[in-house]
C-alpha cells in the first residue's frame, strides 16, 4: 500500500447558500481530513489505505461507498454502535469555514482494531489531530503511528487545528505535539504553527520542527501557496489564482497530492529527494488545491489525475 490514514470519516453538512428567506442550506458531503487525503491521493494516482470508524447507518454505508468508489482500500473501516460522526460546515462570503462537530463512532476506533501487518506494508502512514482529540481513536493512532516509525516506515502528520473539539488551546498544544518525535512529513496552516512551535515566524518554526526531527515541513498559506523547508533549505511555493467556490477539503487536497507524487519515487519516498524534484511535487499539489477550492463540497471537489495532467487550469 502507498498510504494509509487512519483518523475520522465523517459527513459534512457543508452550507451551499440560502433559501428565498434566507435560511441555509446545507448538503451532506462525505468527509474527514485522513480520508479526504486518501481520497485526493487515490484520484491521483496513489494506492491508499483508510482506517476509521462509522455507524451502524446510512451515512456510515455511504462513506463507505464512497471509499470504495475512489478506488481507497476499506479493510481497515470499521462499523461501530455510535451513530455517524458529522461536521456542521458554514462558510462565508470570501470562501472560509467554521466548524461545529457532532462525534460519534469516529472517537471509538482502538489499538485491537490496527493491523500491524498492514501498517509495516505501507509506505507512509497518515494521520491528524482530530483523533487525538478524546476516546480510543488517540491510542489506536498513536500505536499505528509509532509502529510504522519502529519498523522505518514514513509518517505524515497534519495537525489540522479544530478549536470546537479542545478543552482550551492549552490541552491543544499538548496533545498536538505529542507525535511529533514520530514524525517524517508535516503539514500545518500558517495559524497552526505558533500552536505548535511558539512562534509565527515561518523560517523559525520551521527550523524549530526540523531540529525536532521532521524531514519536511510544509506551512499552508492560502491563496500564496505553501512555505517549504528540507534538508535545512526553506523557500515559498506560490500558489495558483483561482475563484474560490469552498475551501473545504483545499489542504487535505495539497497533502494528498504530496503523498501521491512521493509515492511514485519507490519504496523510500524521501531518500535522494532533490529541492527540483521537491518544488515540481509542491507545484502540482498546488493545482490540485486550487481545483478544490473552485468546486464546492471536500471529496466531491477534488481533481483527477487526468484534469491536473490534461492541463486544465481550475
Known sequence: MDVTAIGEILIDLTQT???ESGVPQFSANP???????????????AKPAFWGKVGDDAFGAYLRKVLTE?????????????PTTMAIVSVDGTGERSFRFLRGADRDICPEEVDEDAVFKTKILHFGSVSLTAGMSRSATIFAARTAHRNGGLVSYDPNYRPALWANRAEAAEWMTIPLPLVDIIKLAKEELPLITGTTDLEEGARILEERGISLIMVTLGSEGVFCRWRGEAWKQPGVPVKVADTNGAGDTFLGAVLSRLCLRGEKPLEGLTRAELKDILAFANRAAAFTCSRSGAIPAMPTLAELEGGRMP
Open 70 to 82: 475512489n478506488g481507497v482500500d476499506t479493510a481497515g473501516l470499521r462499523t461501530g454502535s455510535q
Open 17 to 19: 447558500g440560502t433559501n
Open 31 to 45: 468527509g474527514g481530513a485522513p480520508a479526504n487525503v486518501a481520497v485526493a491521493a487515490a484520484r491521483l494516482g
